[in-house]
């Protein structure tokens, strides 16, 4: 069984940076693309970013709202996934996921969050 | 403001059928696929549908998907009290090279 296992969330002032972890197990992990998704208090899912396995380019991309704040990162040989926040803002409060992804074609192009964490809390807030 | 539009909420009684839309454009539904996640409360969100119309294994098949266009709807038959929960559509968007989520829809099980 896949899981997935977020930590080190917590309370950061505007401006602060903080270092969010995912440590999985159940998979190959090296194959895995992986995202972080979150969710802000009463509100709905946004995807933060993801990361491509490294026989895939090993490429990130990221959502409009977090590019040149926040960076993905992976450690293949500990299994785990890594997200930088730097220049922290009240907006960026929320519940961040960690998932495993899965893309392909079909008759179409599919892209989806197939594991989900069950996430670590951020607040920015002074 | 989300990419995919879904209605805020739908109802229906026990043992009903309900369904939800979630409607989009050409950069992601009507080029890509959809998937659906359920949301109970106070727990992460779980795939129920991807590929538009394919159910992960241990997803009963009360739940069915289906894309027309750039539109996709979630069908759920014989509605339990322990469906209600929030629903998120979710598709890939090329134009914003990113993941896009409906604003997710409440069902309550009246």
């Known amino acids: 069984e896949v899981q997935l296992v977020e930590s080190g969330g917590g309370l950061v002032k505007p401006g602060g940076s903080l270092r969010l972890s995912c440590a999985a197990s159940?998979?190959?992990?090296?194959?895995?693309?992986m995202s972080w998704v979150r969710q802000a208090p009463g509100k709905g899912l946004e995807w933060v970013g993801h990361?491509?396995?490294?026989?895939?380019?090993?490429?990130?991309g990221y959502a409009a709202p977090v590019k040149g704040r926040f960076t993905i990162s992976r450690d293949d040989s500990k299994r785990m996934l890594y997200l930088q926040m730097d220049s922290l803002r009240t907006e960026d409060t929320a519940v961040y996921y960690c998932?495993?992804?899965?893309?392909?074609?079909?008759?179409?192009?599919?892209?989806?969050?197939?594991?989900w964490g069950k996430g670590t809390s951020v607040t920015v807030s002074s | 403001q989300s990419v995919l539009t879904q209605p805020p909420s739908v109802s229906a009684a026990p043992r009903q059928k309900v369904t939800i839309s979630c409607s989009g454009g050409?950069?992601?539904?009507?080029?890509?696929?959809v998937s659906w996640y359920r949301q109970l409360p106070g727990t992460a969100p779980k795939v129920l549908i991807y590929?538009?119309?394919k159910r992960p294994s241990g997803i009963p098949d009360r739940f069915s998907g289906s894309k027309s266009g750039a539109s996709a709807t979630l069908d759920i038959t014989g509605l339990q009290t322990g469906d209600e929960a929030d629903y998120y559509c979710?598709?890939?968007?090329?134009?914003?090279?990113?993941?896009?989520f409906g604003g997710g829809t409440k069902l309550t099980v009246l």
């Open positions: 979710g598709s890939w968007d090329d134009s914003l090279r990113a993941v896009v």
């Open positions: 590929d538009n119309d």
């Open positions: 050409s950069s992601n539904i009507e080029n890509y696929s």
């Open positions: 159940g998979l190959t992990f090296s194959d895995a693309w």
């Open positions: 998932t495993t992804d899965r893309a392909d074609y079909g008759r179409w192009y599919y892209y989806y969050m197939d594991v």
């Open positions: 990361v491509k396995s490294k026989a895939d380019g090993g490429t990130t």
